[in-house]
Nanobody, 121 residues
């Protein structure tokens, strides 16, 4: 029901925009966000946005470089990633939650399948 896309290979300092399109139900009233999981590491929070878009949250490691946004008419959430670093290399997962902006790995209601971002040095 959540389909992430937009990953790829980019050089350090470059940009990518990830998209997460929802289908099968209307997620306009759900908070949405992104997590990532690097090889050999646990999945970690990246960014989240409230259902109306008025509140956004970011991990310290991406503040000032990543921007989360959403288009409820298209049932899609985006993650604009600028100034990418090799340490941003990971599989990026989108999530949606009906009640929490900052849901956790164990509490988020829905997960997408992930899209791979590789940043070369």
């Amino acid at each position: 029901q959540l389909q992430a896309s937009g990953g790829g290979l980019v050089q350090a300092g470059g940009s990518l925009r990830l998209s997460c399109a929802a289908s099968g139900r209307t997620f306009s009233l759900y908070s949405k966000g992104w997590f990532r999981q690097a090889p050999g590491k646990e999945r970690e929070f990246v960014a989240a946005i409230s259902w109306g878009g008025s509140r956004t949250e970011y991990a310290d490691s991406v503040k000032g470089r990543f921007t989360i946004s959403r288009d409820n008419a298209k049932n899609t959430v985006y993650l604009q990633m600028n100034s990418l670093k090799p340490e941003d290399t990971a599989i990026y997962y989108c999530e949606a939650d009906r009640t929490q902006v900052l849901c956790t790995i164990s509490s988020c209601d829905f997960w997408g399948q992930g899209t791979l971002v590789t940043v070369s040095s």
